[in-house]
């Protein structure tokens, strides 16, 4: 009979380092599919829209919160775990926040990345329809070795949990093992903590102790099997790391290609993050790059070489060979590359076209503007259909502070112009080859010469 749910409360344990990472770095902070581990599972969490995602800290605790914090803001808050003495003690550390709350305790582990929301859910309901104090989510593996093996009794109930180096030889043989995924009510799990002893091989507080000692308190423990095994793989390698960002990239690629329409020219050749968007028609080159939050419209072509990362394209953007765009904003038919560099807020209006060797920082370049050889165009505005020749700098830092160009609509800008900022070109005006503009230049005029002086007027 369904019981009547609890509020439910996430507990993600992440304050270990991971030492079998053989890294400076806390293990939940290595990226996967270009977020961090901890990020996937927050992710997950987040959308069970739970009443509030604890996350257990210690290692880089701050950096770990940060990444939290980036991915589902306020709804998380933190309890630091100064001494990693084991996932009981990470759980225990919680207790003053959820002991009291009578609430559903999900505990999900910060290095299982992979969990699926579907399972969590059909985790909890299985739970709340079998009336059980603590459900654990299993799998079956064909090589269960370092897991946590599931021991069931004669009845198939659940016995307990043994850890792979506490566990006698029979037990190493079966193949069920602990996901690290765990459905508690708060009440249970908080007492059985206070019975959980470090009594095994490394001396820690386990928390897979907690489910046999709920059993032995006369409550029931029942064990919620998984078909899809990849969903619970722990990361703890490197090597592992590796092999879940390729099936993690492959996922993504080959969503894109059935759902979204898109091509892929050698899909395992691409490098595209879980979050990104791509419209229909578009066509993706060999070693490419998306990463973070992409949006990339439709029919698009992304040439080989290529990195975008947490940017947005329009319809019909070709990105030639090896560009690179990062934090920048690209409209609809605009032509970008080869060998182009767009950063830090670069926003390209509407058929705007940018060619090989041009970098634009923190710059606007309205509609139709060509900047297509050999160009730095930083902290600056762009008329409408104005033209930058080859080998223009905007000349935007005196040596210490950074200064604003503003180049009006339909200039010409010669061949190797230097545009020493502050400066306004006017509308409509032209500037000779190897102009050093110093001062304002008026609309419809020609400027040349070191410094540019006004030659003529146009109109
Ligand atoms: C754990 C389980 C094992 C299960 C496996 C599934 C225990 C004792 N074992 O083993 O049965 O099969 O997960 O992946 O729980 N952590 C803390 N504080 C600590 C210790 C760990 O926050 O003091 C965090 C880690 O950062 C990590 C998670 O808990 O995110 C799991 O710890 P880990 O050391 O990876 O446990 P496993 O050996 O994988
Ligand atoms: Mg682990």
């Given at each position: 009979m369904n019981k009547p749910s609890k509020p439910l409360n996430v507990l993600i344990m992440a304050a270990g380092l991971g030492t079998r990472m053989k890294s400076k770095r806390a293990k939940v902070l290595h990226e996967l599919g270009g977020s961090p581990l901890i990020a996937h599972v927050v992710r997950a969490a987040q959308a069970l829209d739970p009443r509030s995602i604890l996350v257990i800290v210690g290692h880089q605790a701050e950096e770990v919160e940060r990444a939290v914090l980036d991915e589902v803001g306020e709804l998380a808050s933190f309890v630091i775990q100064a001494k990693q003495r084991g996932t009981g003690d990470a759980v225990e550390s919680a207790r003053d926040q959820?002991?009291?709350?009578?609430?559903?305790?999900?505990?999900?582990?910060?290095?299982?990345?992979?969990?699926?929301?579907?399972?969590?859910?059909?985790?909890?309901?299985?739970?709340?329809?079998?009336?059980?104090?603590?459900?654990?989510l299993s799998v079956r593996l064909e090589n269960p070795t370092h897991y946590?093996?599931?021991?069931?009794?004669?009845?198939?109930?659940?016995?307990?949990?043994?850890?792979?180096?506490?566990?006698?030889d029979e037990e190493r043989q079966v193949k069920e093992i602990n996901s690290g995924i765990y459905c508690f009510e708060s009440k249970a799990l908080f007492?059985?903590?206070?019975?959980?002893?470090?009594?095994n091989d490394q001396g820690e507080y386990y928390l897979t102790d907690a489910?046999?000692?709920?059993?032995?308190?006369?409550?029931?423990?029942?064990?919620?099997?998984?078909?899809?095994?990849?969903?619970?793989?722990?990361?703890?390698?490197?090597?592992?790391?590796?092999?879940?960002?390729?099936?993690?990239?492959?996922g993504a690629i080959r969503r894109l290609m059935t759902e979204s329409g898109v091509t892929f020219i050698d899909p395992s050749?691409?490098?595209?993050?879980?979050?990104?968007?791509?419209?229909?028609?578009?066509?993706?080159?060999?070693?490419?790059?998306?990463?973070?939050?992409?949006?990339?419209?439709?029919?698009?072509?992304?040439?080989?070489?290529?990195?975008?990362?947490?940017?947005?394209?329009?319809?019909?953007?070709?990105v030639k060979d090896h560009s690179v765009i990062v934090e920048s904003e690209v409209a609809a038919n605009c032509s970008i590359g080869p060998f182009a560099h767009l950063r830090m807020n670069a926003v390209l209006e509407e058929k705007a076209a940018v060619g090989n060797f041009v970098e634009v920082k923190k710059s606007r370049l309205k509609r139709g503007v060509k900047a297509m050889h050999l160009t730095y165009l930083g902290d600056a505005t762009i008329g409408e259909r104005t033209n930058i020749g080859a080998g223009t700098v905007?000349?935007?830092?005196?040596?210490?502070?950074?200064?604003?160009?503003?180049?009006?609509?339909?200039?010409?800008?010669?061949?190797d112009t230097m545009l020493v900022a502050h400066v306004r070109v006017g509308a409509r005006s032209v500037t000779g080859a190897g102009s050093v503009v110093t001062k304002d230049v008026p609309p419809d005029s020609l400027v040349a010469g070191v410094p540019a002086e006004v030659k003529k007027k146009l109109k």
């Open positions: 959820l002991e009291g709350t009578d609430s559903l305790v999900l505990v999900l582990s910060g290095d299982v990345p992979m969990i699926k929301v579907e399972t969590l859910k059909n985790l909890i309901e299985h739970h709340n329809t079998s009336g059980a104090a603590c459900t654990i946590g093996r599931v021991i069931r009794d004669q009845n198939d109930s659940f016995k307990k949990i043994v850890e792979e180096r506490d566990a006698s007492q059985a903590l206070r019975k959980v002893e470090p009594r489910p046999g000692i709920i059993l032995a308190s006369g409550d029931t423990v029942s064990v919620y099997m998984h078909s899809d095994a990849r969903e619970v793989y722990g990361i703890n390698t490197r090597a592992e790391l590796a092999e879940f960002e390729n099936l993690v990239r492959r050749h691409a490098y595209v993050s879980v979050e990104a968007q791509v419209g229909r028609d578009t066509v993706i080159h060999p070693n490419v790059t998306i990463e973070g939050k992409c949006v990339i419209g439709e029919a698009c072509v992304i040439r080989a070489g290529v990195r975008i990362t947490n940017s947005r394209l329009g319809d019909g953007v070709v905007t000349c935007n830092f005196d040596g210490t502070h950074k200064h604003e160009t503003i180049i009006e609509e339909e200039v010409k800008i010669g061949s």
